[in-house]
């Protein structure tokens, strides 16, 4: 999902509050804290309801990518316990606007799992054992829907779970957009 928000000040003022502590835990809905570690890391604890499920999370929140003012990718991934584990992230961009403004755009990404085979290096077949194999060959395997191809639970959490999540990601960022 991407989207953008116009906010009434300058490139500076928005990368500071995107990058402080404490905007950040008042922008979040149901944050009830947020603890900066390092220049790049944060831990942060949030109550958070999708649907019937109420869940407190513990994770952490890193920033990379950082190129400031211009932009920065934020990862955050947490424990909620009963509820399973969350991450997702987005990558956020701030241009300049007329009048003194900042145009930030943002980009939600998830990272659903995803399991790919690897290949083996194909070894050269000796004309022998390219001949009639001396045993039946089986069926053919039957046609597979790609419906069973996408995974059921990526990380634990159903696919309705991770929507929620990214709609309640672009939130928080539409919600720190806001306060400037």
């Not at 928000?5 to 300058?10: D, G, S, T, W």
């Not at 831990?43 to 932009?71: E, Q, Y």
């Not at 003194?100 to 083996?120: I, Q, S």
């Amino acid at each position: 999902m991407t989207g953008e928000r116009r906010i009434a000040a300058p490139r500076q003022a928005v990368w500071d509050g995107l990058n402080d502590a404490a905007v950040l835990k008042a922008s979040i809905p149901g944050c009830e804290s947020l603890e900066k570690t390092s220049d790049t890391q944060m831990k942060a604890v949030a109550a958070v309801k999708l649907g019937p499920i109420s869940a407190r999370f513990n994770g952490a929140v890193t920033l990379s990518d950082i190129d400031a003012p211009n932009s920065y990718t934020i990862i955050g991934e947490g424990q909620g316990g009963v509820a399973g584990f969350a991450k997702g992230g987005a990558k956020v961009f701030l241009a300049d606007e007329d009048g003194g403004a900042t145009l930030l755009k943002y980009a939600v990404h998830e990272e659903p799992f995803l399991h790919e085979a690897v290949p083996e290096a194909a070894a050269p077949v000796p004309p022998a054992a390219a001949a009639a194999p001396a045993y039946p060959q089986a069926a053919p395997p039957s046609a597979v829907s790609m419906r069973d191809l996408v995974p059921r639970e990526p990380f634990g959490l159903p696919v309705a779970a991770w929507a929620g999540i990214a709609v309640f990601a672009v939130m928080v960022l539409l919600w720190a957009a806001s306060i400037f």
